[in-house]
């Protein structure tokens, strides 16, 4: 049975929209890493803005026979309208099974509200409000939710926990110890284990699971996020009574301050302007990557140069607008290497426990793919990046934007690297999409 991922960067212009469909026969496991597109383009202004991509949406609902487009594993990077307007636009009309996002404090959740109404995006705000307070509500009962946080343990809200699934290894069966999660395709199984999620896939002679594809949610907001902004803020939230709570039915921003002074509201948009950057930081990336069934036998064999051939074809980490600048508190890169290692270092275990196999010495960790962060922003550039020996180095951006997104010096550094450069904008033909085998 042929097994193949399809991974495409799709051109929502000043926006985040990246998806992977894997492949068995008809059977169709889709995953998506944000959802957004450029600011101020609704369902309507889509159609004549982009058809092509207009179309897309179109085919993913209509092609199901419940009329509704089904997600089986979605990542939220973070809140900004650009990476989240289309699950606002499209609400109802389609079905995830699983969602991964960070931990917002309430103080957070009413920056991100005070946001969308200082800057009067074109959003339905209702919804955006339920989005960010009340998420199972918006995603529905049937939706899990894994909340992703450094700062403590991350959160599991689904209390229905299997934890049983037998795989296959090129040495026979055994059994994994992990949480089994829903899709809406039984054939793949999907697995919670250990901060990672593993998709399983049955081996078409024995019926039992093998792993196949892998994915590693990863941030840093306790680095990012200053303890002296949320007092300041919390503060002022007090003073001018900006909650969710009483944020839900506003209108205009003007309304809720009648009663304060116009020095508060002038305090309250310095106060934005000073920490709306760190809603950027409030942020989690995902790595992607294969876990071929001829695993064992690479490393049993200890030659790992197919192997390292696939991985560094098939893998990619998307970082959403995560600002990758080393500090004395972190190396994001380091961080981020170190966890793909550890992540690869247990799976190992599956296929023989008895060798302790030395994979930050013998892997050669290139990332076939890297969404450089946040539109190509000055800010979140560093040299750090290329310790991750990536090949493709994808950069989403709308034309002409104010931002002067991608930053010249990354462009600069990206070529000097040899770094091949996919530019993803508002054309849907300048859209990057890859199709690969990961099991024949």
């Known amino acids: 049975m042929?097994?193949?991922?399809?991974?495409?960067?799709?051109?929502?212009?000043?926006?985040?929209?990246?998806?992977?469909?894997?492949?068995?026969?008809?059977?169709?496991?889709?995953?998506?890493?944000?959802?957004?597109?450029?600011?101020?383009h609704n369902k309507k202004k889509l159609k004549e803005y982009s058809p092509e991509l207009f179309n897309y949406f179109?085919?993913?609902?209509?092609?199901?026979?419940?009329?509704?487009?089904?997600?089986?594993?979605?990542?939220?990077?973070?809140?900004?309208?650009?990476?989240?307007?289309?699950?606002?636009?499209?609400?109802?009309?389609?079905?995830?099974?699983?969602?991964?996002?960070?931990?917002?404090?309430?103080?957070?959740?009413?920056?991100?509200?005070?946001?969308?109404?200082?800057?009067?995006?074109?959003?339905?705000?209702?919804?955006?409000?339920?989005?960010?307070?009340?998420?199972?509500?918006?995603?529905?009962?049937?939706?899990?939710?894994?909340?992703?946080?450094?700062?403590?343990?991350?959160?599991?809200?689904?209390?229905?926990?299997?934890?049983?699934?037998?795989?296959?290894?090129?040495?026979?069966?055994?059994?994994?110890?992990?949480?089994?999660?829903?899709?809406?395709?039984?054939?793949?199984?999907?697995?919670?284990?250990?901060n990672k999620l593993i998709i399983y896939h049955p081996d078409p002679q024995?019926?039992?699971?093998?792993?196949?594809?892998?994915?590693?949610?990863?941030?840093?907001?306790?680095?990012?996020?200053?303890?002296?902004?949320?007092?300041?803020?919390?503060?002022?939230?007090?003073?001018?009574?900006?909650?969710?709570?009483?944020?839900?039915?506003?209108?205009?921003?003007?309304?809720?301050?009648?009663?304060?002074?116009?020095?508060?509201?002038?305090?309250?948009?310095?106060?934005?302007?000073?920490?709306?950057?760190?809603l950027n930081k409030i942020c989690l990336g995902v790595f992607s990557g294969p876990i071929p069934f001829h695993l064992y036998s690479y490393l049993r064999n200890l030659d790992l140069k197919k192997y390292n051939k696939i991985f560094k074809k098939q893998s990619c980490l998307y970082t959403g607008d995560i600002p990758f600048k080393a500090t004395k508190e972190i190396n994001c890169v380091e961080e981020v290497r170190k966890l793909i290692i550890k992540s690869y270092a247990s799976l190992?275990?599956?296929?023989?426990?008895?060798?302790?196999y030395d994979f930050e010495n013998n892997f050669d960790w290139h990332i076939g793919t890297l969404q450089i962060p946040h539109h190509g922003s000055g800010r979140n550039y560093s040299d750090d990046f290329f310790k991750l020996k990536f090949i493709n180095a994808v950069i989403c951006f709308g034309l002409n934007n104010k931002y002067s997104h991608p930053n010249g010096e990354l462009l600069l550094k990206l070529l000097e690297k040899n770094k091949i450069i996919r530019d993803v904008s508002n054309n849907y033909t300048k859209k990057y999409a890859r199709r690969f085998k990961i099991y024949y």
């Open 2 to 40: 042929k097994i193949s991922l399809e991974r495409v960067f799709h051109p929502v212009g000043q926006g985040a929209f990246y998806s992977e469909q894997i492949y068995s026969g008809r059977n169709v496991f889709e995953m998506v890493f944000d959802c957004g597109n450029e600011r101020g």
């Open 206 to 278: 024995s019926h039992y699971y093998f792993p196949i594809w892998l994915y590693i949610p990863y941030d840093f907001i306790k680095y990012f996020c200053r303890s002296d902004y949320k007092e300041k803020l919390s503060d002022l939230l007090d003073k001018t009574k900006f909650t969710p709570q009483c944020l839900k039915d506003v209108k205009d921003i003007t309304e809720i301050l009648k009663d304060n002074t116009k020095n508060s509201l002038s305090c309250l948009k310095a106060l934005y302007e000073e920490i709306n950057r760190d």
């Open 58 to 194: 179109e085919n993913r609902i209509n092609n199901n026979k419940d009329k509704v487009w089904k997600i089986d594993l979605l990542f939220i990077s973070h809140f900004h309208a650009d990476h989240i307007s289309f699950l606002i636009t499209y609400k109802g009309q389609y079905q995830v099974k699983n969602l991964i996002i960070p931990v917002l404090s309430e103080e957070q959740k009413s920056l991100l509200l005070i946001d969308v109404l200082l800057k009067k995006i074109d959003i339905d705000f209702q919804a955006y409000h339920q989005f960010l307070t009340d998420t199972q509500k918006f995603f529905g009962e049937n939706c899990h939710i894994i909340k992703i946080n450094t700062d403590e343990s991350n959160t599991d809200e689904d209390k229905n926990k299997n934890k049983d699934l037998v795989i296959v290894t090129n040495e026979g069966k055994v059994e994994s110890r992990g949480e089994l999660l829903k899709t809406f395709n039984p054939i793949f199984k999907l697995q919670y284990n250990d």
């Open 348 to 356: 190992s275990k599956l296929y023989f426990e008895s060798e302790d």
